[in-house]
């Protein structure tokens, strides 16, 4: 009997610590149902059976025995068989499910297949790390009040093809996210995915980021005088600060990767899932992986990774009639008008047309925009100026100044060389006669 309760859990010797009170009578069979949390019937039940199964009674019979839902022999070594392959490299329980379900057709629950792949070697869980407790900062409430925009730098295709960077915007308030690889994390990719954001959604309230270059301008500081307090100057906006300060969107950047934190994790999930979608799916160029992006993995993310605001609505604003998207995200500088009405810009001459030239222009500033797509436009005082390049003879390279002739008398190279060959004939003097010498 002792080697039978030794078997017994901890719930099973209550249950029979119950039962043989309401036996003894010590209790009644109600109050027995209710710490059980079963009912009446079942202990009478139970009491019966105790006259022939004794203390066991209140083990469940299928203890020991294999479930009736046991996978086959031959379905554990199929889908052994596909996880081993080299594309299912670092998938986890989760993630293999899913593949499974959807590329194969083998529909299996998460924590069985969890215990196959860590029986077969396949996948080791993670100790986890306690961690700092840190309250999390709410969500917006609204989807457009705040954008968090990164960009990640990671090897998304595996060394199948060119070095890659992900840049991401993810509404604070939902997750939404747009997302587009390039190879250089640059002002025109940057600003592409900005256009991408405005035509489908509109104007967001404002734009969360950190303080790279692209973002912020840093004011340059002394390095032989650190720790100097000097006052902080308003330095000029970046071509994206200046850009969003057109379209009213207020720039906020954050002074620590933690305070960006939802567009962090979003990068830990990308960099996990989908690293391994894209060598599923054999992606080994640019192009590809951005039509992965918008047909796959951004109808994924929608689906399964978003939340619904705490407000209804939307914050977002649409874009007005005086929003030329065209003309303000571009690369945008202003140069001085010459008094022949010519424009120097990037090692060129530009004329700009009779027909457009107006009081005031001559010596004037204008604005020069670089557009995305690579063209030129001009304005002043905020109206479109026609120009031409023209052609600039290339001016001549200065001569090289003539030589000097030299001073030295002894001219003749048999004079040089007899110069100093009866120096060591010379007899020595004492120092103090020598520093009393002339010349």
Not at 161 to 178: H, N, V, W
Request: hydrophobic share 35%; with cysteine.
């Amino acid at each position: 009997m002792a080697q039978e309760l030794m078997a017994l859990t901890q719930t099973e010797r209550d249950w029979l610590d119950w039962l043989k009170q309401a036996k003894r009578k010590q209790i009644t069979q109600r109050k027995a149902a209710e710490q059980m949390q079963v009912s009446e019937r079942w202990v009478r039940k139970l009491l019966q059976r105790m006259k022939q199964e004794g203390d066991q009674v209140v083990v469940h019979k299928l203890r020991g025995k294999p479930s009736n839902r046991r996978w086959s022999e031959a379905l554990r070594s199929q889908i052994i068989t596909i996880l081993a392959q080299p594309v299912y490299a670092g998938f986890g329980p989760t993630l293999a499910a899913e593949y499974l379900a959807s590329k194969h057709q083998i529909q299996v629950g998460r924590e069985a297949l969890r215990k196959l792949m860590s029986g077969a070697g396949l996948w080791r869980a993670r100790r986890r790390k306690v961690e700092a407790v840190h309250t999390w900062r709410e969500r917006r409430s609204r989807f457009g009040e705040l954008v968090q925009w990164d960009t990640s730098t990671h090897d998304w295709l595996e060394g199948r093809g060119p070095q890659l960077k992900l840049i991401r915007l993810i509404d604070d308030a939902t997750s939404r996210s747009l997302l587009r690889f390039a190879e250089h994390d640059s002002m025109e990719e940057n600003l592409g995915l900005l256009e991408r954001w405005l035509r489908t959604f509109g104007r967001m309230g404002s734009c969360y980021t950190d303080k790279a270059s692209l973002f912020l301008t840093t004011e340059k500081r002394r390095r032989d005088h650190p720790g100097e307090e000097l006052d902080a100057r308003q330095m000029p906006p970046t071509q994206i600060g200046r850009a969003l300060g057109e379209l009213q969107i207020v720039l906020i950047e954050a002074h620590s990767p933690q305070a960006k934190g939802r567009v962090e994790r979003a990068f830990g999930t990308d960099q996990d899932r989908l690293v391994k979608a894209l060598r599923e799916a054999k992606v080994c160029t640019l192009e590809a992986a951005n039509a992965y992006l918008e047909k796959v993995y951004e109808p994924w993310w929608e689906a399964n990774c978003t939340v619904v605001a705490a407000e209804a609505g939307d914050a977002h604003r649409p874009l007005r009639k005086d929003h030329n998207l065209a003309s303000i995200l571009s690369r945008v500088e202003s140069r001085q008008v010459h008094r022949d009405y010519t424009v120097h810009f990037q090692n060129r001459e530009y004329r700009i047309e009779r027909g457009d030239i107006v009081a005031g222009l001559r010596g004037a500033q204008v604005r020069i925009e670089q557009r995305l797509e690579g063209s030129l436009a001009m304005s002043f005082r905020g109206k479109a100026v026609r120009f031409q390049e023209c052609s600039v003879p290339a001016k001549p390279l200065p001569a090289p100044p003539a030589r000097k002739p030299r001073k030295n008398p002894s001219t003749n190279p048999a004079q040089r060389k007899a110069w100093g060959r009866s120096y060591q004939q010379m007899k020595d003097i004492p120092l103090w006669q020598a520093a009393k010498a002339r010349g």
